[in-house]
């Protein structure tokens, strides 16, 4: 069992610049041809500063920290037992390509179901950008399946 | 696709359904450009021999790279700063081989705060009707 007392624990924050190269590139991986989120003109065109932050992609970004698997070493999750249960994305305001955002990670919440089989780690992360702006919360909420 | 105008929101109706996206089956190579772009270098949605090891049959698609096509339902019908909110549950594995179609419908329409508001919801199913991640998304008109 995942030891509860992380509930309420912060992961030290961080920082990630996005990158328009990054974002063409995520474009390209997700069959996404609008030009606005491919070509800086079309984006300014469109009343946009730069190429936006597209609506899965902060979440994305979060793995650029500069250890990933934080969250999995300090609760002991074996990777092979993971499983993306939930995620969710509040967004306060857009987020474009010459940001750097400002990632800060909380363990809000560890459960359990069917007698501690399946376990549950509740992330919630806010992300701010360079003007100290909140840009979004993210809840992600993984699974863990305790054969 | 080009970013859309903000549909009339008086003439929205409960039920309504937003334009379906409708993707070509996914392929190997497909996962691992999105393990790339995505920065998500998980092996089990790239490499056979480690999604063995963990007692799958062969490599699935990353839960985000459905949320991403989710993305693209909405920002095909609003422009992107009208989406508030986008919640999603991953409720069954999305193989290689099938072929997903986003969709999404109307199911609520209200004024908060005085701004005018749809709460949406969304789906990914594949090409037998099995739903593989279900949710909500809130559009907000300025």
């Known amino acids: 069992m995942i030891d509860r007392r992380y509930i309420g624990h912060t992961l030290p924050a961080f920082q990630v610049p996005v990158e328009a190269g990054r974002l063409r590139f995520f474009a390209k991986a997700t069959g996404q041809a609008d030009p606005v989120y491919i070509d800086e003109a079309a984006a300014r065109d469109a009343g946009h500063p730069g190429l936006p932050v597209p609506p899965s992609f902060l979440f994305c970004l979060e793995m650029e920290a500069p250890n990933p698997a934080a969250i999995r070493e300090l609760l002991g999750m074996d990777y092979r037992t993971l499983l993306h249960g939930e995620q969710g994305f509040t967004y306060h305001a857009m987020a474009y390509a010459g940001d750097t955002l400002r990632y800060e990670q909380r363990i809000a919440d560890i459960y359990?179901?069917?007698?501690?089989?399946l376990e549950f780690v509740v992330r919630q992360t806010r992300v701010s950008n360079q003007r100290d702006e909140l840009v979004a919360q993210l809840r992600c909420v993984t699974v863990v399946r305790n054969a | 696709m080009t970013t859309p105008a903000l549909p009339d929101w008086d003439a929205l109706q409960q039920g309504d359904?937003?334009?379906?996206l409708e993707l070509p089956p996914i392929t190997r190579l497909a996962l691992a450009l999105y393990c790339g772009a995505s920065g998500d270098h998980n092996p089990i949605h790239v490499d056979t021999d480690f999604a063995q090891s963990a007692g799958m049959p062969d490599v699935f698609a990353h839960g985000m790279l459905s949320a991403a096509w989710l993305g693209r339902l909405l920002t095909n019908w609003v422009p992107q700063p009208a989406i508030r909110s986008l919640d999603i549950r991953?409720?069954?594995?999305?193989?290689?081989?099938?072929?997903?179609?986003?969709?999404?419908?109307?199911?609520?329409?209200?004024?908060?705060?005085?701004?005018?508001?749809?709460?949406?919801?969304?789906?990914?199913?594949?090409q037998d009707g099995i739903t593989k991640l279900s949710g909500e998304a809130l559009v907000a008109w300025p």
């Open chain 2, 17 to 20: 359904a937003l334009p379906p």
């Open chain 1, 112 to 117: 359990d179901k069917k007698g501690g089989a």
């Open chain 2, 90 to 126: 991953f409720a069954a594995i999305t193989h290689v081989g099938e072929r997903i179609t986003c969709t999404g419908k109307v199911h609520e329409k209200f004024e908060h705060e005085g701004r005018r508001c749809v709460r949406l919801h969304v789906m990914t199913a594949n």
